[in-house]
């Protein structure tokens, strides 16, 4: 099992940017792909975007894609996420989790990751 650990969240006007950042406790962190995902209010966990071991394959949902970056640095056992041109609509708890395997998982849901993080809060305001 590995610990993770998101900061970086906070409050941010429609249109600005956030980086979010996911530390990982296991060594072997570089042998796993990595995802983010997102819960709002009353809402089911969404998927956000995932990248693979090495970091040479990355995703996103179709309402991120072209806003936010994923990426991920295993020297530094951590895995990011650059949001720009956020929108009011991209408030929610955002979670990072692990993989279980070094691959995107195929089905992009949240059965598919094994240890995940406590979540940061992300806000925009209109």
């Known amino acids: 099992q590995v610990q993770l650990v998101e900061s970086g969240g906070g409050l941010v006007q429609a249109g600005g940017s956030l980086r979010l950042s996911c530390a990982a406790s296991?060594?072997?962190?570089?042998?796993?792909?990595m995802g983010w995902f997102r819960q709002a209010p009353g809402k089911e966990r969404e998927f956000v975007s995932a990248?693979?071991?090495?970091?040479?394959?990355?995703y996103y949902g179709d309402s991120v894609k072209g806003r936010f970056t994923i990426s991920r640095d295993n020297a530094k056992n951590t895995v990011y996420l650059q949001m720009n041109s956020l929108k009011p609509e991209d408030t929610a708890v955002y979670y990072c989790?692990?993989?279980?395997?070094?691959?995107?998982?195929?089905?992009?849901?949240?059965?598919?990751?094994?240890?995940w993080g406590q979540g940061t809060q992300v806000t925009v305001s209109p």
């Open positions: 990248i693979n071991w090495n970091g040479g394959s990355t």
């Open positions: 989790a692990a993989a279980r395997s070094p691959y995107i998982p195929i089905q992009m849901t949240r059965y598919e990751y094994a240890d």
């Open positions: 296991r060594r072997t962190f570089s042998s796993y792909a």
